[in-house]
């Protein structure tokens, strides 16, 4: 499985929006607000068809998990994947698996987000009628793998994430 570049900027944006809301640890709703800043992939896409003004949903969110005191950019190499937001990428990866796709990527991710039980964007996105079945299969979606997913595989996935701190971004 291949983790997209969309995915790999994605999970950087995230690290940055960490920093700006005051967090150490990069969580599920991080990698959303970093879906938001990506911009333009599927998952925006998806949000925007169901009505959801994104606008709205980042100021909503924003408010629920901002704190006084950001992250001085001094300590960047800091910021590392949270229990929540490592759960939520191993989710992201299994979805792109169990879809077929040859690479995870942002639609993968917003769905992992919002399975994510405590996470203010999946009870942002419910509120709103939203369900994971209105976000469809990802674009590159194919039949059902066959192969079964084992949470070994995924866990060595998982650990060839790392934080690029020269870069500010994900390496797979």
Same mark, same amino acid.
Request: glycine content about 10%.
């Given at each position: ?33 970093? @879906? ?46 949270? =229990? ?12 792109? @698996? ?8 942002? @639609? ?19 509120? =709103? ?40 971004? @994900?390496?797979?």
């Amino acid at each position: 499985m291949k983790i997209s570049q969309e995915f790999d900027a994605i999970v950087g944006f995230a690290r940055e929006e960490a920093m700006r809301t005051g967090s150490y640890s990069i969580e599920a709703d991080h990698l959303f607000l970093g @879906i938001l800043r990506h911009g333009g992939n599927a998952a925006v896409e998806a949000l925007r068809s169901l009505g959801i003004d994104t606008a709205i949903c980042k100021s909503e969110i924003d408010s629920r998990i901002f704190q006084e005191q950001g992250i001085p950019y001094g300590h960047e190499d800091e910021i590392r994947l949270g =229990r929540e937001g490592s759960n939520t990428v191993s989710l992201a990866i299994a979805e792109a @698996i169990s879809e077929g796709a040859e690479e995870a990527g942002a @639609i993968h991710l917003l769905k992992a987000v919002f399975k994510q039980e405590k996470s203010h964007t999946g009870e942002y996105l419910r509120k =709103r009628g939203i369900s994971i079945a209105d976000l469809g299969p990802g674009p590159q979606a194919r039949q059902k793998c066959s192969t079964e997913v084992k949470s070994g595989d995924i866990a060595i996935l998982l650990s060839a994430i790392t934080l690029n701190t020269n870069k500010n971004n @994900i390496v797979s």
